[in-house]
């Protein structure tokens, strides 16, 4: 195993901000959701309206926070040197996430690059 160095400790910062990001957007969107619902009655009585704005908010809210997760574990992951491929799939998750792929680029990179690092 190669000395450390900064690479997977980026990879692994950069996940465990992504993935709370994530974590904020999922509770954000449920509490949004739950906003929208109040003041719009007007919406909700157009037919299926309810149905596709529940699944639609149900599907994102779990996506982010299912993301984040995997993000914020693929982090801690990446600061022990263990588990490189937990490590590679949290920052793919931090890429996938509509609000955190900008670090999720890096985060790839950088988990890649110090991949040597890993037990």
Same mark, same amino acid.
Do not use: Q
């Given at each position: 195993?190669?000395? *450390?160095?900064?690479?997977?400790? +980026?990879?692994?910062?950069?996940?465990?901000?992504?993935?709370?990001?994530?974590?904020?957007?999922?509770?954000?969107?449920?509490?949004?959701?739950? #906003?929208? +619902?109040?003041?719009?009655?007007?919406?909700?009585?157009? &037919?299926?309206?309810?149905?596709?704005?529940? =699944?639609?908010? #149900?599907?994102?809210?779990?996506?982010?926070?299912?993301?984040?997760?995997?993000?914020?574990?693929?982090?801690?992951?990446?600061?022990? *040197?263990?588990?490189?491929? =937990?490590?590679?799939?949290?920052?793919?998750?931090?890429?996938?996430?509509?609000?955190?792929?900008? =670090?999720?680029? &890096?985060?790839? #990179?950088?988990? #890649?690059?110090?991949?040597?690092?890993?037990?």
């Amino acid at each position: 195993m190669e000395n *450390r160095t900064w690479k997977a400790t +980026t990879a692994g910062v950069l996940n465990i901000v992504a993935g709370i990001v994530s974590l904020f957007a999922g509770i954000d969107l449920i509490v949004g959701i739950g #906003i929208v +619902t109040k003041l719009t009655g007007s919406l909700m009585n157009i &037919p299926g309206f309810m149905e596709v704005f529940f =699944l639609v908010g #149900i599907y994102v809210i779990l996506a982010g926070i299912i993301l984040g997760i995997i993000a914020i574990v693929g982090g801690v992951f990446a600061l022990k *040197r263990k588990k490189w491929g =937990l490590v590679l799939a949290g920052s793919i998750c931090a890429f996938l996430h509509l609000f955190t792929w900008f =670090l999720g680029i &890096p985060a790839i #990179i950088f988990a #890649i690059m110090g991949k040597s690092e890993f037990e």
